[in-house]
């Protein structure tokens, strides 16, 4: 048995623990602000929370987390209850696979109280003596925020090129340090998107950021010289494009990329002339997604041309990839498999593809042209390429999980086909998967689209649509939902609640279609679909539409906005985290990051045919007088990709709009970003906070 059986006392829902009469709630002043957009006049009453510095803003923020405070305070015992049960099912000291590279092998460590991981590495073999080459916990002494990682490692494993951010804000600085002596050789000389080293280990070709946060110009370093004397490699000038840089599989060539939504373009150079003429794959063009890799003088060329939706991948000499006329098909096109991605190495290929909504690995044999794919014994899983940065291996690292399995990792022989566990994530109470129950099921979506629901919760459900249900949804990007396990989601699962994940459009579950036909103006089917997995669940009695909630973060915070503004009564409550909810005003303010960008993902809102169409579903536009739903609405006041003033502006306006007695909470996280804290254990009091919400909405209570 688990270690933890916790007692439940279901009740009624006027009983709950969350008391919105703990306090008067922050009603935010109406300064009268307007605009003209198409003809048509738009107010905004609370555009003056945008203003950042202004101390009535801040006041604002403060008093909505004093309320949130006085409101959430029964549920404090539960959330130290959940947080201990958190920690009880996580290997506080850990560590991960290690990884070889070069005469290295590489893996992170954690340690019990310490919140962030210490990366590490042992030369020649698994006996050699420990060499620390990075710890977190140091960088983060004094800091009340801080997010690092080992960027690139130099070809002679001399060098280290590391980010660290200490604002929330992805402000990563760019920092050298040197592995033989462990001393920082330029600390924090640059802010930096992107990073790589070319192979002599002396220069760095690095991306940085214009005003919008737009990864945008690339540049050479040379170690040892003033930044002053850095050359500006590219600028890409194009506002819809976004800037990256890296190093082919086999080390041999140099690459940067720029892309937007709808196409692409790449370049190389040979890795050991970094100060030369970088050559275009193939210019871009309207519609056309290519990305390349290099083997044997070859490139790997990923691409959509000639109706490819799902994507195929086509060889051609380096020297041949300017005309497609010459690519000749390695992995045809296939109308039901999405390629999402190849890894090359030098006897085979290991191909990323997608498939009735499962994530599957194909391997391919450059010796007699054979392919197969990795098998596993659940129907409904998610693997994946792991870390496998040497070119020439034939047993790699790949990953695995579902609903009930914890992430491992297996070494798979890519010949014998042969897999071995090399790591489970370890649940110290003690977990038994046999008593957890994995289902794939299908809502009818409005227009007759079968949307498939991932499902799981403890063996014994009576599906007679009285168990709380947690849905969960996305649908953005062409994000595909996972099917993965979460140590967390248990003290959920243990309670008697079903967690439900929606594949709905907008995500790439179902291929590539299924992403075009959940953005611009076919965004409306993301929120019917959900809608639809809503009811679905209601009807096929998984649950009680009183004790239903959902959630999602980000873009899936605009899911959640848009769905509770078509059909308030879909749910008991709403959680939306850092909620992109004010979409026309975001979207027609330039100056802000993301923005430019995503017109192809929402449109441009001056354009009037898609202005009209967004304004149909922002869930900021349509609030409107009638009873939500109790919420739950989370942000950080240093959130670079959704700004802090969205959800303040929503939370201010629902207020004042709202017909019920149903509590909003309104949580700001005066230091964090996009993510939360950045601290491993202030992220699970935040998973705990959101939890005990949840929970307590759905009438359990300890």
């Known amino acids: 048995m688990s270690r933890f059986t916790p007692f439940l006392l279901l009740v009624a829902a006027p009983a709950l623990a969350v008391d919105p009469d703990a306090a008067k709630p922050p009603v935010a002043k109406k300064v009268p602000h307007t605009f003209e957009l198409h003809g048509k006049t738009i107010s905004d009453d609370y555009a003056w929370l ?147 080293w070319a192979a002599d280990g002396k220069t760095l070709l690095y991306v940085t950021e214009d005003a919008a946060k737009r990864s945008n110009k690339l540049w050479r370093h040379t170690v040892g010289e003033p930044k002053d004397k850095d050359v500006l490699v590219y600028e890409e000038k194009d506002e819809l494009f976004r800037l990256g840089v890296g190093r082919s599989k086999d080390k041999k060539y140099l690459f940067h990329s720029s892309g937007s939504s709808t196409s692409s373009e790449q370049r190389y150079l040979s890795a050991d002339t970094p100060a030369g003429e970088w050559k275009t794959i193939l210019p871009r063009e309207d519609k056309h997604e290519y990305s390349a890799d290099h083997r044997d003088g070859l490139l790997y060329i990923r691409t959509n041309r000639d109706g490819a939706t799902n994507f195929k991948v086509v060889t051609c000499p380096v020297a041949d990839a300017g005309d497609p006329k010459k690519w000749k098909d390695f992995l045809p096109h296939n109308p039901k498999a999405l390629v999402q991605g190849v890894s090359l190495f030098k006897s085979y290929a290991v191909i990323s593809e997608r498939e009735a909504g499962i994530p599957q690995l194909r391997v391919h044999s450059f010796a007699d042209g054979t392919s197969y794919r990795i098998e596993w014994p659940e129907p409904v899983f998610s693997s994946g390429a792991g870390a496998n940065p040497e070119f020439d291996l034939e047993k790699v690292h790949v990953s695995y999980t579902s609903m009930v399995t914890p992430a491992s990792v297996y070494e798979v022989d890519l010949k014998s086909k042969e897999k071995k566990l090399l790591k489970r994530q370890e649940i110290p109470a003690g977990y038994k998967p046999e008593e957890y129950v994995s289902e794939w099921v299908f809502a009818t979506a409005k227009d007759g689209t079968k949307v498939p629901i991932s499902l799981v919760y403890k063996k014994g459900l009576k599906k ?90 980000s873009a899936g915070g ?60 922002c869930p900021y536009t349509n609030l409107a007088k009638k009873a939500y739903p109790a919420m739950l609405i989370e942000t950080s006041l240093n959130d670079s990709q959704v700004l802090y003033h969205e959800p303040a502006k929503y939370t201010a306006k629902i207020r004042s709009l709202k017909t019920d007695s149903n509590p909003v909470v309104f949580k700001c996280r005066m230091v964090g970003g996009h993510g939360g804290s950045s601290g491993r254990y202030d992220g699970l009091k935040e998973v705990a906070y959101t939890t005990a919400f949840i929970l307590d909405q759905m009438g359990i209570k300890e």
Request: charged share 30%; aromatic share 12%.
């Open 50 to 196: 945008k203003d950042k510095k202004s101390a009535d803003t801040i006041a604002y923020l403060e008093a909505e987390n004093a309320y949130a405070a006085a409101v959430m305070r029964p549920t404090e015992k539960l959330q130290a209850k959940l947080y201990d049960e958190y920690l009880s099912r996580i290997k506080q000291t850990d560590l991960s696979v290690p990884y070889r590279e070069g005469n290295y092998w590489y893996y992170s460590k954690t340690f019990e109280g310490k919140q962030y991981p210490t990366y590490c590495r042992k030369k020649g073999s698994l006996d050699g003596a420990e060499e620390v080459i990075l710890d977190v916990n140091e960088l983060a002494k004094g800091e009340k925020f801080m997010s690092a990682r080992v960027a690139d490692v130099s070809d002679d494993g001399t060098k280290i090129a590391f980010l660290s951010d200490t604002t929330g804000f992805r402000e990563y600085m760019l920092s050298v340090k040197d592995l033989t002596t462990g001393k920082v050789l330029e600390d924090k000389f640059v802010k930096a998107a992107d990073v790589t």
């Open 464 to 553: 007679d649509g009285t168990a709380p249900v947690l849905l969960y949804g996305y649908g953005s990007y062409g994000a595909s939902a996972s099917v993965n396990f979460s140590p967390t989601r248990l003290s959920m699962l243990d309670r008697g609640v079903v967690f439900a994940q929606g594949h709905i459009r907008g995500g790439s579950d179902m291929g590539r279609q299924w992403y075009d036909d959940g953005k611009m103006l076919k965004k409306m089917n993301t929120f019917t679909d959900f809608i639809a997995c809503a009811d679905f669940l209601v009807e096929q009695k998984y649950g009680d539409r009183e004790r239903l909630v959902i959630q999602g973060g």
């Open 558 to 617: 605009l899911l959640v906005g848009a769905t509770v503004n078509q059909r308030p009564d879909v749910c008991k409550a709403a959680v939306l985290q850092v909620p992109f909810v004010d979409v026309i005003n975001t979207m027609l303010d330039e100056s802000l990051p993301l923005t430019v960008q995503e017109f192809l993902e929402w449109g441009n809102p001056k354009k009037t045919e898609e202005y009209e169409y967004i304004r149909k579903y």
